[in-house]
């Protein structure tokens, strides 16, 4: 599978930032959680909030890398127009999206919330990463701050969540668009899966701890990571230059997706655990 320099500028804001995001957003919530002076000896706290200040603070750097990569450099590319005259779209992704009927909400709906929503994400980092900076050990004893700290966090998370998902829905070759869904509904099956083993099998948690800091979360995502790559350039490759419903597979891709979400959360992963024995 070969990539343009248009699609490797993709990658670096979908895929590198999206996941240095997510890393960041987990050891930071993580952090932010056990921050309590009930759990804490004060020189744990000390430690905690420190490590707490570098997650929020990376994460809102990432945040704003991300935002301003796809504000100024990938989505120029995507609103391009066609030179008069043109009956071939396939370089022009937005009108690629509204000369058809049946994908044009991708568009309309789709990518019009992408590019608003996205923005909220630095933001609410900033607000995070700042009262950390400000308060940091004292969060501990201040519930209120800390709870809204939280929300901020998980708002910002929502909002990259919701980007990032309509960005992966939203590129541009039939053929290579298709197999990149069907890649990332595959692919987040597996993360499921990884995540039930991870959790119900101790040494395959042990085994995913990659990152001592980060756990075996950190593991879990780069192996997943690989993997879509993997598949990515599997199907990439046995479809190019073939005539791919689109519509199906999107529809497939996104029940796989369904899926692979429902799976990452607690009680459902629980319940695959509890029910093959873990």
Known sequence: MSVT???????????????????????GLYSLYGLRSEWLTADGL??????????????????????????????????????EGTTDFA???RSFLLADPSI??????????????????????????????????????????????AWFFIIAFAAAAVAGGLGAFITKA??????????????????????????????????LNWYNPAGPLSGKTTLTVILWLIIWAILGNQWKDKDVNFQSTANTALVLLVVGFLLTIPPVFDFFIHMFGG
């Open 5 to 27: 320099f248009r699609e490797s500028w993709g990658v670096i804001h979908g895929l590198i930032f999206g996941a240095l995001f997510l890393l960041a957003f987990s050891g």
């Open 46 to 83: 000390k430690e905690k909030a420190s490590k707490l200040k570098i997650w929020t603070g990376a994460m809102a750097i990432i945040a704003w890398l991300a935002v301003f990569t796809g504000t100024y450099i990938v989505y120029p590319w995507y609103r391009a127009k066609p030179p």
């Open 91 to 93: 370089n022009f992704p």
């Open 174 to 207: 039939a053929p290579i668009r298709a197999a990149a869904l069907l890649a990332g509904g595959i692919s987040a099956v597996i993360y499921g899966i990884i995540i039930i083993l991870s959790e119900g099998v101790p040494a395959i948690g042990t085994a």
């Open 104 to 149: 044009a909400a991708w568009h309309n709906f789709g990518m019009e919330w992408k590019e608003h929503i996205a923005w909220l994400v630095p933001i609410a980092a900033t607000i995070v990463a700042y009262i950390v900076s400000k308060y940091g050990p004292r969060l501990a004893s201040e519930s209120k701050i800390r709870n809204a700290a």
